[in-house]
């Protein structure tokens, strides 16, 4: 369930407002507005408890029940504070094993399945380098350099919104590399039959494969969550995963974000370091602390990827 975070904000001042005063001279309504206000304070404590601050940041709440949310007792705890919850923009959502309808509902702007996400990324910035097509194909008198901070600015970063959290595999990681050289050219308007390497064609976009940006962005992210509270959803959730992993589920293994980071830190020569327990999630969380550290570390990550595949 979601809606604007101002309400959010709001009940939360409404808590902090609320007063401590001892006098006591007690009367029905006074009582009655009291339980009130007690019940607004248990709910906002409660929140407070189990949300980051940031949420006041993000521009949807959710509310994230074990079998159902009770929609209707939101809505009359936040009526009760002048608060409305807009239903026509609230979003309902399950999620389960079996099901994968949750994967296609957008949160913050991203999809929660990787997979629908960047399918819709792909949509989004071809759309923005169609609208461009002027500038890629008739632009002679623009520089080159010129186009690609167009396209870094305006198509790129489309593509690329939100990506250190996908968790892709390897042929997904592929296709998104070809995906985005098939940009690189249209910018650069080579067409067939002329033809140009890889190689070439990064190096006249001063670019990477895509891949390799979204491994140091996944890397980055880690690293901040790291570094936060631990008392963050991220953490529970990371701890959890350690906690029930190992217990097979049936079918292929999933390619997750925690399956992916291990992947990158296998990539590493004379490594010690993994990421399949919780101990080895508290090692990394050492690690980031220090900014340098992880700078360093992310930086070998980042070319042991580069390095030529060897078969895995
Ligand atoms: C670029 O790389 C892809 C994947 O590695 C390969 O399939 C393709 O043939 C390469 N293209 C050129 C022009 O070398
Ligand atoms: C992260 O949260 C778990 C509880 O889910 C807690 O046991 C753990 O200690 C937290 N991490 C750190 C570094 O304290």
């Known amino acids: 369930m979601m809606m604007t975070v101002m309400m959010?904000?709001?009940l939360m001042n409404e808590s902090s407002c609320v007063r401590s005063s001892h006098d006591d001279d007690d009367d029905d309504d006074c009582d009655e507005e009291e339980e009130e206000r007690k019940k607004i304070a248990d709910l906002t404590n409660e929140l407070e408890k189990t949300?980051?601050?940031e949420i006041a940041y993000a521009d949807d709440v959710d509310f994230v029940g074990l079998n159902f949310v009770d929609t209707e007792e939101v809505q009359n705890t936040l009526h009760k504070c002048n608060l409305l919850v807009n239903i026509d923009k609230t979003e309902?959502?399950?999620l389960s094993r079996a099901g994968t309808e949750y994967k296609n509902t957008k949160k913050v702007g991203t999809l929660i399945g990787d997979e629908e996400d960047v399918e819709r990324r792909k949509r989004l910035s071809n759309a923005a380098l169609t609208k461009l097509l002027n500038v890629w194909i008739k632009g002679d008198k623009i520089k080159r350099k010129t186009k690609l901070k167009l396209y870094r600015s305006l198509v790129k970063s489309i593509l690329?919104?939100?990506?250190?959290?996908?968790?892709l595999t390897k042929s997904?990681?592929?296709?998104l590399n070809a995906f985005h050289r098939k940009q690189l050219r249209k910018v650069l308007n080579i067409k067939y039959p002329v033809k140009i390497t890889n190689s070439s064609l990064y190096n006249k976009c001063e670019e990477h494969p895509l891949s390799i940006y979204i491994?140091?962005?996944r890397w980055r992210l880690f690293g901040h969550i790291l570094r936060r509270n631990i008392e963050i959803p991220a953490n529970k959730s990371m701890n959890s995963y350690f906690a029930t992993h190992g217990k097979k589920f049936r079918g292929r293994p999933l390619t997750t974000l925690p399956v992916v980071l291990n992947k990158d830190l296998s990539r590493l020569q004379e490594n010690t370091l993994q990421l399949t327990t919780r101990e080895d999630l508290e090692h990394l969380?050492?690690?980031a602390q220090n900014r340098q550290q992880w700078r360093e570390l992310s930086t070998r990550i980042r070319k042991a990827a580069e390095a030529p595949p060897s078969d895995d």
């Open 215 to 217: 491994l140091e962005n």
């Open 51 to 53: 949300l980051p601050t």
């Open 285 to 287: 969380r050492c690690i």
């Open 172 to 175: 997904e990681e592929e296709k």
């Open 92 to 94: 309902f959502t399950t």
């Open 8 to 10: 959010m904000m709001m």
């Open 160 to 167: 690329v919104y939100n990506c250190g959290t996908w968790a």
